[in-house]
């Protein structure tokens, strides 16, 4: 078959021809008048995206380095903080603050569904000293979406400790509003649901939030908010900026406004509901419940006998169809499609359709060939995506 890549994993996602030809400008000075009116509108549309009325950095790092920067400069060594695990990213959440001296709570559940206000104001109610607590939006890896509105809403009544959000796979994918939601802090990077390349980093962060990073001491010094501040405040990175990549996002950024932020919430509901019900519809067992369910990403489990592994080598050598494999101890037992950023229906159209043909070349035969592209055609028609 002709070499042609349809990549559905959940970052880095795919880039529109318009983000790509920008980037291919050449480098411009990052100190310079033009970077600095790119710089300062880029945070200006990342605030509003976000309803963010206090401050947005935008770090050379992938990003696992803004939710460091999190632990390092809203919370300080030896605090109390709780952490909600709800997956892989919960985990490596708690990780950094063992890694980093604090004195972490760890709130466990299990793959596959969201975690329930409840369970974490019960933590709080016998822990009213935790300084901070930790949380994923979307997590990636169990492809589930904790409701932080209500999550935030209920912490909020008991406790004043800072909530920090780990948005990486939910900024333009689903709502976020950090200044009616409460939010003190939220992560973002530059790959998954921002159709951009890889190598920025977000934070977002209140005006509390700031105040106490002013305040408090350096633990750390690429990552110390105190100089990233002190540069973005005249609309300039503290250290080299990933200048091509900026300029991707840049015009990511534009091409999120002009779509409307309504429109790509609605879209990506619609292509996890339409994918999900085809995936049914071929007898699969998805990762997630339907009520917490992703709408950037869907889980699926391999059918008995059939290793996951072996769907997404398929996949891609037969049918040029890049997926993701599941994680942790999903990992060989589940795979995942991602459906964020800038995908449309005709993208998850050959995923489906490959797929059917994958697993019944892997000899998965229960199966009536093409019953799962069928009602994806039909749904697609009646939402007219
Ligand atoms: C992708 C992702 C990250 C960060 O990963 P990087 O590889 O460091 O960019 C963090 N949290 C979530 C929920 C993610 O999906």
């Not at 042609?4 to 920008?22: D, H, M, N």
């Not at 509390?208 to 990073?213: G, P």
């Given at each position: 078959?002709?070499?042609?890549?349809?990549?559905?994993?959940?970052?880095?996602?795919?880039?529109?021809?318009?983000?790509?030809?920008?980037?291919?400008?050449?480098?411009?000075?990052?100190?310079?008048?033009?970077?600095?009116?790119?710089?300062?509108?880029?945070?200006?549309?990342?605030?509003?995206?976000?309803?963010?009325?206090?401050?947005?950095?935008?770090?050379?790092?992938?990003?696992?380095?803004?939710?460091?920067?999190?632990?390092?400069?809203?919370?300080?060594?030896?605090?109390?903080?709780?952490?909600?695990?709800?997956?892989?990213?919960?985990?490596?959440?708690?990780?950094?603050?063992?890694?980093?001296?604090?004195?972490?709570?760890?709130?466990?559940?299990?793959?596959?569904?969201?975690?329930?206000?409840?369970?974490?104001?019960?933590?709080?109610?016998?822990?009213?000293?935790?300084?901070?607590?930790?949380?994923?939006?979307?997590?990636?890896?169990?492809?589930?979406?904790?409701?932080?509105?209500?999550?935030?809403?209920?912490?909020?009544?008991?406790?004043?400790?800072?909530?920090?959000?780990?948005?990486?796979?939910?900024?333009?994918?689903?709502?976020?509003?950090?200044?009616?939601?409460?939010?003190?802090?939220?992560?973002?990077?530059?790959?998954?649901?921002?159709?951009?390349?890889?190598?920025?980093?977000?934070?977002?962060?209140?005006?509390?939030?700031?105040?106490?990073?002013?305040?408090?001491?350096?633990?750390?010094?690429?990552?110390?908010?105190?100089?990233?501040?002190?540069?973005?405040?005249?609309?300039?990175?503290?250290?080299?900026?990933?200048?091509?990549?900026?300029?991707?996002?840049?015009?990511?950024?534009?091409?999120?406004?002009?779509?409307?932020?309504?429109?790509?919430?609605?879209?990506?509901?619609?292509?996890?509901?339409?994918?999900?019900?085809?995936?049914?519809?071929?007898?699969?067992?998805?990762?997630?419940?339907?009520?917490?369910?992703?709408?950037?990403?869907?889980?699926?489990?391999?059918?008995?006998?059939?290793?996951?592994?072996d769907i997404?080598?398929m996949m891609?050598?037969r049918y040029?169809v890049?997926?993701?494999?599941?994680?942790?101890?999903?990992?060989?037992?589940?795979?995942?499609?991602?459906?964020?950023?800038?995908?449309?229906?005709?993208?998850?159209?050959?995923?489906?359709?490959a797929l059917e043909c994958t697993l019944k070349d892997l000899?998965y035969?229960?199966?009536?060939?093409?019953?799962?592209?069928?009602?994806?055609?039909?749904?697609?028609?009646?939402?007219?995506?």
């Amino acid at each position: 078959m002709i070499d042609k890549e349809f990549l559905l994993i959940p970052g880095p996602t795919p880039l529109p021809p318009r983000v790509i030809s920008a980037m291919t400008q050449p480098i411009i000075n990052h100190r310079g008048p033009r970077f600095k009116e790119m710089f300062q509108k880029a945070m200006i549309a990342l605030k509003e995206l976000i309803n963010c009325s206090g401050d947005v950095y935008l770090i050379p790092s992938s990003g696992t380095g803004a939710m460091e920067l999190s632990v390092d400069n809203f919370t300080s060594k030896g605090d109390k903080v709780l952490v909600v695990d709800t997956g892989i990213f919960g985990e490596r959440f708690y990780m950094m603050n063992v890694a980093r001296g604090r004195n972490a709570l760890r709130l466990k559940v299990e793959w596959g569904r969201a975690v329930q206000p409840e369970e974490i104001t019960e933590v709080l109610i016998s822990n009213s000293d935790v300084k901070a607590v930790f949380i994923a939006h979307n997590e990636t890896s169990a492809t589930t979406i904790n409701d932080i509105k209500q999550i935030s809403s209920r912490i909020k009544k008991m406790s004043d400790c800072f909530i920090i959000v780990d948005a990486v796979s939910s900024i333009g994918v689903t709502e976020i509003d950090i200044d009616n939601w409460g939010i003190d802090v939220l992560i973002g990077a530059s790959q998954k649901g921002l159709m951009s390349p890889p190598g920025i980093g977000i934070v977002a962060a209140s005006k509390r939030a700031v105040e106490y990073a002013m305040k408090k001491e350096n633990e750390t010094y690429y990552f110390d908010v105190k100089s990233i501040k002190k540069n973005a405040d005249i609309n300039q990175s503290f250290t080299t900026f990933p200048v091509s990549t900026f300029l991707g996002l840049s015009e990511a950024l534009k091409m999120i406004q002009e779509e409307g932020y309504e429109n790509i919430y609605k879209r990506h509901l619609i292509y996890r509901n339409l994918v999900r019900t085809a995936l049914k519809e071929i007898g699969l067992e998805l990762v997630a419940n339907d009520a917490d369910a992703s709408p950037g990403l869907t889980g699926i489990y391999a059918p008995k006998g059939i290793n996951a592994n072996d769907i997404i080598s398929m996949m891609r050598e037969r049918y040029g169809v890049e997926i993701a494999s599941a994680q942790g101890n999903l990992k060989g037992k589940a795979f995942r499609i991602s459906h964020m950023g800038y995908i449309n229906s005709n993208d998850l159209l050959v995923a489906i359709s490959a797929l059917e043909c994958t697993l019944k070349d892997l000899g998965y035969n229960d199966i009536e060939m093409g019953i799962g592209t069928k009602k994806f055609l039909e749904l697609r028609r009646k939402f007219e995506v």
